[in-house]
């Protein structure tokens, strides 16, 4: 009997009484082939050869979406191993095989062909805004991004599995946020500035009575992050005064003040010749600033105190003193003499320098100078510078 359809043709020949056992059957390629025998009442067999030929059924199918082209070539019993895919810039070839029970191959050839989907994406914040262009299978290298001052660009690439590249093109702009702060004390007040994408440096010259101070860093988008410090002083003026043994003591203490605040001050406090006056002025950091310090100490009663009653002057002296040598005898030749004379300079004066250089080149036992009162509230100091001059060596009678 014979079969024959599209999928296969079969071929079978029944034997009712075989006296014979069929051989077995050899495999063939593209064939199929079946022996069955089962035994009959008589004692031979029944049997059926079978042979079935599996016919190549092919069969094509496609698919097309937003995302790729597909297409795809079907054999059930192909005699021959199919080409294996190669590689095409932008597709992706794919080969499936399977043995079938015929030896055949059952093949699908497939190609895909992705497609390049572009969607562009935006962040908004206060910090500033971002914009990404998406590329799925871009079929080019895009070009390297271009520096621009007040952005931030960047290109993210990676290949697919086309041959392509998924491409991401970031251009991020930072918006300038600005924030205020600061400090306030007993002596200034300080404010901060802050800007996150300043365009240019903030000048750092200081407004008069003002310190200012800048700090500037540059930011991935080129332009500067800063800080501007502005310290504003406080001026701080008071007055004190304490006793002491000749009377008040007046202090006048000042801060961050002005200098006609400084000379009003001055002019307040009356200094005169007979008070003890000391003045300490410094500049501050601040423009046009000044700290100050003022002390005036009245002498005893308020005048000008004198416990020194003397003469200021310079007398000299003259003294003499007479030497016997060491080594002269009365038994020889008498004793050696010589005479010494002693100059004093003796100096009274209220200069401390003057009193020193009195007794410069003078002998060891010069008196150095000593204060021995005041006069109008000057130290007197006394100094005495004591020179030594030596005769010859004479003889004398006797030890006189």
Do not use: M
């Not at 092919?58 to 082209?69: M, Y």
């Not at 499936?96 to 908004?124: C, F, H, M, Y």
């Not at 700290?291 to 009663?301: A, C, R, S, W």
């Amino acid at each position: 009997s014979q079969e024959e359809s599209l999928s296969r043709s079969v071929v079978e020949h029944t034997h009712t009484e075989n006296p014979a056992t069929p051989a077995a059957p050899v495999a063939e390629k593209g064939k199929i082939k079946r022996v069955d025998a089962a035994p009959t009442e008589a004692g031979n067999l029944r049997t059926a050869e079978t042979t079935t030929t599996p016919k190549d059924q092919v069969s094509a199918s496609s698919e097309n979406s937003k995302s790729r082209a597909r297409t795809a070539t079907l054999h059930t019993e192909n005699p021959d191993t199919p080409t294996p895919a190669t590689e095409v810039k932008g597709q992706i070839n794919r080969v499936e095989a399977a043995p079938t029970e015929a030896g055949n191959l059952r093949t699908v050839e497939e190609t895909i062909t992705p497609k390049d989907q572009v969607a562009v994406s935006k962040e908004v914040a206060a910090s500033g805004t971002v914009v990404s262009t998406l590329h799925t299978e871009n079929g080019t290298t895009p070009a390297d991004p271009v520096s621009e001052t007040g952005k931030i660009k960047a290109l993210r690439l990676a290949p697919t599995e086309a041959g392509n590249l998924r491409s991401e093109e970031v251009e991020e702009t930072p918006l300038n946020q600005t924030a205020e702060a600061g400090e306030d004390d007993a002596l200034r007040t300080i404010t901060r500035k802050l800007q996150t994408e300043n365009t240019s440096i903030p000048s750092f010259v200081s407004a008069i009575y003002k310190a200012k101070r800048v700090d500037a860093e540059p930011t991935k988008s080129g332009q500067y992050r800063t800080v501007v410090e502005e310290e504003t002083p406080k001026k701080v003026q008071f007055t004190y005064n304490y006793p002491d043994r000749y009377g008040q003591v007046y202090v006048y203490f000042g801060l961050n003040c002005k200098e006609a605040e400084y000379a009003a001050v001055v002019a307040t406090a009356g200094l005169t010749s007979n008070t003890n006056n000391n003045i300490r002025k410094e500049p501050t950091k601040y423009p046009g600033l000044f700290n100050y310090v003022i002390t005036k100490q009245p002498y005893e009663l308020g005048t000008a105190v004198t416990t020194f009653f003397g003469t200021l002057a310079t007398t000299t002296t003259t003294l003499y003193d007479r030497e016997r040598r060491a080594d002269s005898s009365d038994t020889d030749n008498g004793y050696k003499w010589r005479l010494i004379t002693i100059t004093l300079r003796e100096r009274l004066n209220t200069g401390l320098a003057e009193s020193w250089a009195n007794i410069a080149d003078g002998d060891s036992d010069s008196i150095k100078p000593q204060n021995k009162g005041y006069i109008n509230g000057l130290p007197v100091y006394r100094s005495v510078k004591k020179t030594r001059a030596y005769g010859a060596w004479s003889g004398s009678a006797s030890d006189t």
